[in-house]
């Protein structure tokens, strides 16, 4: 007799972050969906950048496969953070279902949006 469990199918979202910083310019690739569950991992690891004070901030979305509103939400606490002392955000290499997100959201015109991800020592 085999015994099915439901639910069992539900796998868990892994949101991978990692940085890579060099003179005042940083990094940060995100792999994995960013959501409810997943964006305080994610606003950790701002939160951590931050404080080490890059002026320049990319962030590589090619392997983001899902974002809701509460990790633009990140993003956008993010760039707040960054702007009120001189600093930037940009996004890279979004994938299809990002970059719509950000065109109808309007935040495509909010944050700079690089279609692959720039140099970290580039200025």
């Known amino acids: 007799m085999t015994r099915r469990q439901y639910g069992a199918s539900v796998r868990a979202v892994e949101l991978k972050v990692a940085t890579q910083s060099h003179a005042g310019h940083a990094v940060l690739t995100v792999s994995g969906e960013i959501d409810l569950y997943t964006a305080p991992r994610l606003q950790a690891e701002f939160t951590r950048l931050l404080e080490t004070g890059p002026e ?58 690089h279609e692959t991800v720039p140099a970290v020592d580039g200025g």
């Open 56 to 113: 320049r901030v990319v962030i590589d979305m090619s392997g983001v496969e899902f974002c809701d509103s509460t990790g633009m939400n990140v993003l956008l606490s993010a760039l707040k953070r960054l702007r009120e002392r001189g600093g930037r955000l940009e996004v890279a290499a979004p994938r299809p279902a990002v970059r719509k997100i950000l065109q109808v959201t309007g935040l495509d015109s909010v944050f700079t949006v």
